[in-house]
């Protein structure tokens, strides 16, 4: 992730990523009460563009809002100085990861009256790969909603992710999906989730999902492009009518399901509607199609 010469941005100032450290009782550590984003870099016609930095920068605050943590920084101040790290390090294609964390010395249970703000950069592939995935549903849920803001991108819910990741990958699969606390399919550990049928895309509705960047560009792309959207609960079972699934992510970006668990589905995913807008969506964030929708 970093060498010597990777430089940071940490409260203030741009270091060594290799000194950008934390201590040992800072809150964060213990309790996981972090928020962060994830957001990628793409080499433009026009230079380095962050795809949807400020939807990643209002989500961060929101997070933040969400588990009472201080943000001081504007969002239009995280952008500028996220440019700056890319800048520093030569990058363009990049995944940049803004932190925001509980640093100082504090055991106890009460909301921190100050944070600290990470920004690190490096440079990542397409997370999941670019095979069609292997899914599992995972024995481990969402986490529910009336017990932790899931909505937020908190440091925390990602022990969830994690356990459900490593599971599924236990048991051969290339990864897990992960059903909501009333039985519903939600999301994967780091993707939202969405199926074709009869020239149609269904996706889970807010509630127990993180509502993903991607997936709002995914469903701008698929409506401009004159294919119906639908919001909706299904269950894993209904997965067996489907023709077609796919995952997104920033980190994942657009990524094909060949199956999950038993179920296998027909269509290749080159030749689906998540297929194609995968273009569009590449073609989008590279600066070779003009924005859409939000
Ligand atoms: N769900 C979860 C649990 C995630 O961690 C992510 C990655 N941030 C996503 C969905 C996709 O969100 P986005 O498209 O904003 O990266």
């Given at each position: 992730y970093y060498s010597p010469d990777t430089v940071a941005f940490l409260d203030g100032a741009f270091v060594p990523a290799a000194q950008a450290t934390c201590g040992v009782y800072a809150q964060s550590l213990h309790y996981g009460y972090a928020v962060f984003e994830g957001m990628r870099s793409y080499r433009t016609p026009a230079g380095p563009r962050i795809f949807k930095a400020e939807a990643h920068y209002e989500r961060l605050h929101y997070s933040c809002r969400a588990i009472g943590l201080p943000l001081t920084y504007p969002v239009a101040e995280l952008t500028r100085l996220s440019y700056e790290v890319l800048e520093r390090n030569g990058l363009q294609d990049a995944y940049i990861r803004p932190l925001v964390f509980a640093g100082a010395p504090n055991m106890s249970?009460?909301?921190?009256?100050t944070s600290n703000v990470l920004i690190a950069v490096w440079e990542w592939g397409k997370y999941l790969g670019d095979q069609s995935l292997r899914l599992t549903i995972s024995p481990y849920e969402r986490p529910n909603p009336r017990a932790v803001p899931i909505e937020a991108k908190v440091a925390g819910h990602y022990v969830n992710s994690i356990v459900a990741s490593t599971e599924a990958k236990g048991r051969g699969f290339d990864e897990a999906l992960l059903l909501d606390m009333n039985g519903f399919v939600a999301e994967g550990p780091g993707a939202n989730f969405f199926f074709e049928r009869g020239g149609e895309l269904f996706t889970p509705p807010a509630g127990?999902?993180?509502?993903?960047i991607t997936r709002n560009t995914l469903i701008d792309l698929a409506r401009a492009a004159g294919i119906r959207v639908t919001e909706t609960f299904f269950t894993a079972?209904?997965?067996?009518?489907?023709?077609a699934a796919f995952m997104t992510g920033t980190a994942a970006e657009v990524i094909g399901i060949a199956s999950v668990d038993e179920v296998v589905f027909p269509r290749p995913f080159a030749d689906s509607i998540g297929g194609q807008l995968a273009e569009r969506y590449h073609a989008l964030v590279t600066g070779q199609l003009v924005a859409v929708g939000s």
């Open positions: 249970l009460q909301a921190a009256a127990s999902i993180l509502r993903g079972t209904e997965l067996r009518t489907a023709e």
